[in-house]
């Protein structure tokens, strides 16, 4: 037993002196990968302003057999992560269709305009009976609503398409397609509409729709007999169209232009007494009458809301101080409750 014992102890010394000694260190050792060495790949947080890919680094260098081999090239502005084209289909301009809205208490143009998404513009251009003024429009009328914005245009005598398209902003192809015209050669006549997309009604047109555009001759707001048919005031029993507005003021009460323009007459006689016509943009004239003196402007002269261009008086057939308006457009009267604030 104790030979057995002395034998392997002597073996076990001489295995561990030929692994110290002769075997070589890497001997025992396994290579966990075959795979070469590569450069760290480095990173850069430089974007492009327009990429589509917020955050997304590019990658300055990859092992050539990697996945990544590319990205570099893939993510370059010339092959489209910049931005991809819409599909055409997407920026068809589509054809018109309407909704009706039915006006409600409180409702104003720009709030019926939002819950459809709509440009104020485009639900004033489209009911123009509808709201004749954005200041009053009428319970339960019945509006418009397009499926898309742009303003409704009549055809003036003269027009085509080419011409319409240009003075508007638009082309010929939206018109055509918009309105289900099949030709560019199709007859269109004066008074046909058409509803022109993409585009807004001039600043001008809008202030007008929306009672912006003329301002209060004098500071009084006290009408004293409106537009429309009225029995004669002198007792004659007549019923006669009263063209204007009479607003009742103190003597000597300082008269303003409605709008800015141009002074086109000064005069007097037995209706209106001492009176001035004004001449304005976009075909309107406006009358002041009854003023107690002669007008201390003369034609020609260019004036703005500011300007004094009479005071109110008694002048003509009249039965106390008050100024009489009239508003005409296109060489008509109209009603100026549709046009004041």
Known sequence: MAKRRIGRTLLVAIFFIIVIFVVPPDFFSVAASTEPEYPAIAYT?????????????????FPPDSDMNGIEEISSEEEGLGGVQEPEEYSRIPLLMYTTYV???????????????????????????????????????VLRIPNQDGVL?????????????????????????????????V???????????????????????SGDLFQWPITSRRITSGYGLRYDPFGSGSRYLHT???????????????MAGRV????????????????????????????????PVKVGDSVDVKSIIGNVGSTGNST?????LTVYKNGKTIDPRGILP
């Open 153 to 185: 245009y009549t055809v003036k005598q003269g027009d085509t398409l080419a011409s319409i398209a240009e003075r508007q902003g638009s082309t010929v192809e939206s018109i055509l397609v918009v309105n289900e015209l099949f030709s560019d050669t």
């Open 103 to 141: 006006v409600q208490k409180d409702d104003v143009p720009g709030g019926i305009a939002n819950k459809y998404g709509l440009w104020v513009s485009t639900v004033m251009s489209v009911n123009t009976s509808g709201i004749p003024n954005a200041r009053s429009m009428p319970i339960g009328a």
């Open 320 to 324: 106390g101080p008050h100024l009489h």
């Open 264 to 295: 086109s007459y000064v005069g007097y006689n037995n209706i209106y007494g001492n009176h001035v016509i004004i001449t304005h943009h976009s075909e309107y004239k406006t009358l002041y009458a009854h003023l107690i003196r002669k007008a």
């Open 244 to 258: 204007g507005l009479d607003i009742g003021a103190p003597y000597e009460t300082p008269v303003h232009p409605a």
């Open 187 to 209: 007859s269109i006549k004066p008074g046909m509409e058409l509803f022109i997309p993409g585009i807004k009604m001039d600043q001008f047109a809008l202030l007008e729709r």
């Open 45 to 61: 947080q430089e974007l492009k302003p327009d990429s589509a890919i917020g955050g997304l680094p590019s990658f300055e260098s």
